[in-house]
């Protein structure tokens, strides 16, 4: 099985807390299924930007893509829309 882990385009001062995680686990991992690192080719900032990752993700030739770090794809307008309260949803006291 082929397993592949993306992180967080790295900054310039560096990522600190979930690759250290990671690479703690990566420690111990059977070497036969050891997970490939991948980074991401671009910031998870702006829908373009996030795109480009999703591209870059599609292309990837992997039974397992685990998605790691602060790289996510929410969707800020639509999920603000969603989370508003309607009355079948309201919570009666």
Known sequence: MHIT??????RAL???SIEQSF?????????????????ATHFSEGWLNRWNIIR???????DILHITGDI???RTRMA??????????????
Not at 5 to 10: A, D, G, N, P, T
Not at 56 to 62: I, K, M, S, Y
Not at 80 to 93: E, G
Request: aromatic share 12%.
């Open 72 to 74: 996510h794809f929410r």
């Open 23 to 39: 690479q703690e686990v990566a420690n111990v991992w059977p070497k036969r299924s050891k997970p490939v690192w991948i980074e």
């Open 56 to 62: 870059q993700t599609r292309a990837l030739e992997t």
């Open 5 to 10: 882990w993306l992180f967080r385009k790295k």
């Open 14 to 16: 560096g990522n600190f």
């Open 80 to 93: 603000q829309v969603a989370a508003k309260p309607t009355p079948s949803r309201a919570h009666h006291s």
